[in-house]
């Protein structure tokens, strides 16, 4: 696989939260704010592609017998690292995020990777898988996460002084002044609205893309010849 496929897959064709839908219990419930969603995927991502990098240098002295046993160990010691030095460099956002930092290790997508990709192939592409899918992840988190700060705040980047201090409010926007927010849209069944229809548009998108591909010639309507259905 080349690198522009393992970019194209991680960013959209394979996304982890729009194709491969793994990993949506943080997906769902932190994204109330475009911080919250990026913070978590930019900590998910770096596990995703440490642990890639690790397993796939490991992957030949490590029997198969106990090699998801292995890998789990690995993508924990990455977390129990995120999880300090989220602590000490970004405490009020780890504060928010709270058990969703730990649960990065029950992550099926950060496992899921090195079981597909990483035990499979050499390092480098291993590691580019895991950053293409860490930041198709976090795109998705960040998006999702505008969303509904949108729709439940009227702002966008609300606790951004979180990570960049308390001269970062100023850089709050206010998208709707005098705006009294919409809670549904920041408890959890807002969350699965917004996700369905990005879905939904991700969907259309794609099989906008694939009948431009297809030349004249070879459509099909329902599953016959064009040229046997057509007068």
């Known amino acids: 696989m080349s690198y522009k496929e393992i970019v194209w897959n991680g960013l959209w064709k394979n996304n982890v939260g729009l194709v491969q839908l793994l990993g949506l219990c943080p997906l769902l419930a932190v994204t109330t704010s475009v911080v919250n969603g990026v913070g ?3 900590a998910t991502t770096f596990v995703m592609t440490m642990s890639n990098g690790i397993v796939s240098l490991a992957r030949k ?3 198969g017998e106990v090699r998801i046993p292995v890998f789990i160990l690995i993508i924990a010691a990455l977390v129990t690292l995120t999880d300090l030095a989220m602590n000490a460099y970004v405490h ?3 504060l928010v995020l709270g058990i969703y930092i ?5 992550n099926c ?3 899921g990777r090195t079981e597909v990709f990483a035990a499979k192939n050499p390092v480098l592409p291993s ?3 895991g950053l293409m899918m860490g930041i198709g992840a976090t795109i998705v988190l960040g998006v999702l996460g505008g969303i509904r700060e949108v729709f439940g705040q009227g702002t966008l980047f609300s606790g951004i002084n979180m990570v960049f201090g308390e001269a970062a409010k100023s850089w709050v926007i206010t998208v709707v002044p005098d705006y009294e927010g919409m809670l549904y849209a920041v408890l959890p069944p807002g969350a699965f609205l917004g996700l369905g229809a990005m879905l939904a548009i991700k969907n259309w998108i794609s099989l906008r893309g694939s009948s431009k591909a297809v030349p004249a010639g070879d459509q099909t309507v329902n599953g016959l010849d064009s ?3 057509l007068p």
């Not at 730990?102 to 029950?106: D, E, G, K, R, W």
Request: glycine share 4%; aromatic share 4%; charged share 5%.
């Open 40 to 42: 978590l995927g930019l």
């Open 61 to 63: 002295v490590v029997p």
């Open 92 to 94: 009020h956002l780890y």
């Open 102 to 106: 730990p649960l990065i290790v029950a």
């Open 109 to 111: 997508s950060v496992l």
């Open 127 to 129: 590691l580019v898988d």
């Open 227 to 229: 040229a046997a259905v």
